[in-house]
């Protein structure tokens, strides 16, 4: 491994410096941005903050004082450059599962305000291998309203690519997908998609969880009409932080989501028996936000202050065009299936390998501070967060990934067995 070539791209890196923004186990190699993102030193006193002096001494006062009341919007509106959207149009809520209900419901509320018998339209289209908790949600929804009123629809990826007109149709009301998919990494032409959805009277709704801070993202560009997606992945919100959802301004008006609490109301304080939705994205709202949860959010964002989509995406490339050619100067190309796609410009920030043994490589590359993740059945998946992670990283991450293979370290019985969490 030529380290001193390694060390001369870390300093040419022009988003090199903010590595220093954020907490870096010691000794370890994180390619894992794209399942928990690192914490900030800046998220970490805010948390700190919060507890000791917000909750901890001002209490209840600081709903007002330190503007908690407003944080799922002001977060919305931090969010919205970082994926190509006007302010009003985003905010931080939930989780990506529960938003993805209130989105297509809200979806539906749009067709049927344009009057359009539901009965002619009332599927929803996504993929086979999206993340299934997205495919769980609208299964939940078909349960409740029935499949006359919603109806999930699968098509393989690859199949819907090659023939949007066979899969988009008079029928379709949602076509909802992940930009990125989480197993392999390939990204969708939402653009291209969303416009033929369109043309057919379909809607959109894109999840953004392996786009949102990773890719640029173009949502009022692409002229999205729902998206969601998490904070926890590539934003660096911390465990379980709250996810965003968006709404295009056009929709806004005569949205209507079924999970409709108190934070979503006009005049929450009024105490009303009676349900009326405030104007504007603040409607997406249920119930009260988790202000320390919150609070990492917004410290989270603010290394995105500095720097451009561009620039991220073009040192995610760089980043994985390395992990590629180390593999292949070093042999282990031959044995790792790289089943994510080869033109850098049709993945995501990923790149997933399929191995018998994916598993147990896993397992020992993480014993050896090499931080990556397994998905089911046998990949071996990497993510690179130009944020924090260097080239410097890429080469240490390989060698040991070469020595594990070459001594067969990954055999031991230790790394057999499944824990809860992969
Ligand atoms: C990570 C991820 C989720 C997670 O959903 P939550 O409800 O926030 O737990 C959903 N969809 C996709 C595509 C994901 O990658």
Redesign the pocket.
């Known amino acids: 491994m030529n380290f001193s070539a390694l060390e001369r791209l870390d300093q040419a890196d022009p988003l090199t410096h903010l590595r220093d923004e954020f907490v870096i186990p010691e000794d370890t190699v994180y390619l894992d941005g794209n399942?928990l993102g690192l914490m900030t030193h800046g998220t970490q006193a805010r948390v700190a903050e919060t507890t000791a002096q917000q909750w901890g001494q001002d209490g209840i006062r600081s709903w007002n004082e330190h503007g908690w009341v407003h944080l799922p919007a002001k977060i919305g509106d931090k969010l919205a450059p970082i994926i190509g959207a006007q302010a009003g149009q985003v905010i931080c809520c939930d989780?990506?599962?529960?938003?993805?209900f209130k989105t297509l419901s809200a979806a539906f509320a749009v067709l049927d305000a344009r009057g359009e018998p539901r009965n002619q339209r009332h599927q929803v289209l996504s993929t086979a291998d999206?993340?299934p908790?997205?495919l769980y949600m609208v299964q939940g929804l078909q349960q409740l309203i029935g499949a006359e009123n919603c109806e999930l629809v699968l098509a393989d990826e690859a199949e819907l690519l090659a023939d949007l007109s066979k899969h988009i149709h008079a029928q379709t009301a949602i076509v909802m997908l992940?930009e990125v998919n989480?197993r392999s990494g390939r990204r969708l032409p939402m653009a291209e998609i969303i416009a033929h959805a369109h043309a057919a009277g379909a809607l959109v709704i894109v999840?953004l969880?392996?786009s949102a801070g990773a890719v640029p993202v173009e949502l009022d560009k692409w002229q999205a009409d729902f998206a969601?997606g998490?904070t926890?992945?590539y934003l660096n919100g911390g465990p379980g932080a709250p996810?965003f959802v968006y709404v295009a301004e056009r929709h806004l008006g005569s949205v209507r989501q079924p999970l409709s609490g108190w934070f979503g109301h006009a005049r929450p304080f009024v105490f009303d028996a009676q349900f009326e939705a405030t104007d504007g994205i603040g409607k997406m709202l249920s119930g009260t936000p988790s202000i320390l949860a919150m609070s990492a959010v917004d410290a989270a964002l603010d290394v995105f202050a500095d720097v451009t989509m561009v620039q991220v995406r073009e040192k995610s490339i760089g980043l994985a065009e390395l992990f590629l050619e180390l593999l292949e100067q070093t042999g282990l190309a031959r044995e790792f299936d790289c089943i994510s796609p080869k033109t850098a410009q049709q993945r995501g920030s990923q790149l997933s390998f399929a191995h018998p043994d994916a598993y147990a490589i896993c397992q020992a590359l993480i014993e050896h501070k090499v931080i990556a993740d397994f998905r089911a059945p046998n990949y071996l998946r990497v993510g690179f967060t130009p944020l924090y992670t260097s080239f410097t990283d890429i080469g240490r991450a390989v060698a040991r990934l070469a020595e594990i293979m070459q001594t067969r370290a990954y055999t031991d019985p230790r790394f057999q067995t499944r824990q809860a969490v992969t």
């Open positions: 399942s989780s990506i599962s529960v938003n993805l999206n993340f908790t997205d992940t989480f999840d969880a392996h969601v998490c926890y992945k996810a």
